[in-house]
């Protein structure tokens, strides 16, 4: 069974240290997509990527995240400077499209983050 | 904009009762999709069903049935004779399908179904 891979699956870490969360997306998908979960906000849409290129980050505070594509297999997620209130399980979710032969999106198992 | 509106917080019922989902949606576009994702205690998003706006024919998968009405914008989720097992949280979710401004999943707040035994 095909999976998108999250690492790490918990992280603890200080205020202002920096955060990177990784993603390997299923081989094959096009397009990759980080979501934000919290009791108070539901999940949240940050950024997406359709063959790498960033499409949307529109859902991200620019001045302290950053999501990249280095290359097909990895996407990740960084912050920097952290603050407690990014303390959050972050999902990373890949997909071919919606389109004839499209597949729905399938999503990682999260990186719950805590910020103290 | 669309929006996903599941006004349902939280449900309990006692096994084998059947219970319904409700998800309302709001979208200007004629094209979309719609979807049902469950998260179980363990936090994972399963997907469960996509459907498209043009095939408003219900769908039965065992114990699972959705019914798709474009008239009420509602696509709502039975399960019957539910389990504890199904015990989760569950999540509607909208996407426009313009593949040029990419297809990102808009969620509702999801329900928290509790079954007991």
């Known amino acids: 069974d095909a999976r998108v891979t999250q690492t790490p699956r918990h992280k603890v870490t200080e205020m202002g240290q920096e955060v990177t969360m990784r993603c390997q997306p299923i081989?094959?998908?096009?397009?990759v997509f980080w979501y934000r979960q919290t009791m108070m906000q539901g999940l949240e849409l940050l950024a997406y990527?359709?063959?790498?290129?960033?499409?949307?980050d529109s859902g991200m505070p620019k001045d302290r995240f950053s999501a990249e594509m280095p290359d097909a297999t990895l996407a990740t997620l960084k912050i920097q400077p952290s603050e407690p209130r990014d303390s959050a399980v972050y999902f990373c979710?890949?997909?071919?499209?919606?389109?004839?032969?499209?597949?729905?999106?399938?999503f990682g198992n999260g990186t719950r983050l805590t910020v103290t | 904009a669309q929006k996903v509106t599941q006004a349902q917080t939280e449900i309990s019922v006692v096994e084998k009762e059947d219970v319904t989902l409700d998800c309302v949606y709001e979208?200007?576009?004629?094209?979309?999709?719609l979807f049902w994702y469950k998260q179980p205690p363990s936090g994972e998003l399963v997907f469960l069903i996509r459907r498209n706006s043009f095939d408003e024919q219900n769908e039965i998968s065992g114990r699972y049935s959705w019914n798709f009405q474009k008239s009420t914008s509602s696509f709502n989720f039975t399960i019957t004779a539910s389990q504890v097992v199904d015990s989760a949280v569950y999540f509607c979710?909208?996407?426009?399908?313009?593949?040029?401004?990419?297809?990102?999943?808009?969620f509702g707040k999801g329900t928290s179904l509790l079954v007991t035994p």
């Open positions: 990527f359709r063959n790498r290129a960033p499409l949307d």
């Open positions: 081989l094959g998908h096009n397009t």
């Open positions: 979710a890949s997909g071919l499209g919606l389109g004839q032969g499209s597949s729905p999106l399938h």
């Open positions: 979208t200007r576009d004629t094209t979309y999709y």
């Open positions: 979710a909208l996407s426009e399908a313009d593949s040029n401004s990419g297809y990102a999943l808009n």
